[in-house]
């Protein structure tokens, strides 16, 4: 069977990752999305198990020490990361995963898979970004200031991506990751097995 792709969608905060996976999810429900863990407390709304797996500092350090993370890194004042095994069983599946995760776990991850897809998502300029962060009103004057911050450094890093999506319109952003997706599936490499088993065949 054919593994599944492993994407990687990072981007700055506040650039609207959360609604473009939420879209994506209602228009590609064969989308499997990995939930990470973190020691962030929830926002308003989010769920556990769904958004995220909110975990103690002393339980994120043992998931580190166990091997448990495919990678993991510290953001804002906070940890992040991936459970390995979930993203591995669902691949060897044939099923695409979806990691929405920092450039500094990305980074992790394309030394692990560098068959991975990275997927940068822009916003459409810098001021909307700065709008958005602090429209979205859960977040102190500091931590904007830090997440803008953290948003230069991070666009800093969008080389080493192999694609990059504006988020302008909600609906257009989906469409173009929906294009990569299908353009990675296309691969000649991801069609080669297949086709030399025809081969043997004939
Ligand atoms: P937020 O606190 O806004 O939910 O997320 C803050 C940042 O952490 C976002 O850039 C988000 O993509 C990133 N993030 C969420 N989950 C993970 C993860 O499992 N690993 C890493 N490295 N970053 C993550």
Redesign the pocket.
């Known amino acids: 069977m054919k593994k599944g792709l492993l994407l990687v969608l990072?981007g700055p905060?506040g650039v609207g990752?959360g609604t473009l996976c939420d879209r994506l999810r209602q228009l590609s429900p064969e989308l499997v999305y990995s939930v990470?863990a973190?020691t962030?407390a929830p926002r308003s709304g989010e769920v556990e198990g769904k958004n995220y797996f909110f975990t103690s500092r002393e339980r994120f350090q043992s998931m580190i020490a166990e091997g448990e993370l495919l990678?993991?890194?510290e953001?804002v004042g906070n940890y992040?990361?991936?459970p390995r095994r979930f993203v591995e069983e669902t691949i060897a599946e044939g099923r695409d995963v979806i990691l929405?995760?920092?450039v500094?776990?990305a980074m992790q991850v394309k030394e692990r898979f560098p068959e991975a897809v990275f997927i940068f998502v822009l916003p459409p300029s810098l001021e909307e970004l700065q709008n958005r962060i602090q429209s979205r009103g859960t977040e102190t004057e500091s931590a904007i200031r830090s997440r803008m911050q953290v948003a230069a450094d991070e666009m800093r890093l969008m080389e080493h991506y192999d694609y990059a999506v504006v988020n302008d319109v909600i609906d257009l952003a989906c469409a173009r990751v929906q294009s990569i997706i299908t353009a990675e599936h296309c691969k000649r490499e991801r069609m080669l097995p297949a086709v030399k088993s025809w081969l043997n065949e004939v």
């Open positions: 990072s905060s990752k990470s973190t962030r990678e993991w890194a953001y992040y990361g991936t929405e995760i920092d500094q776990g």
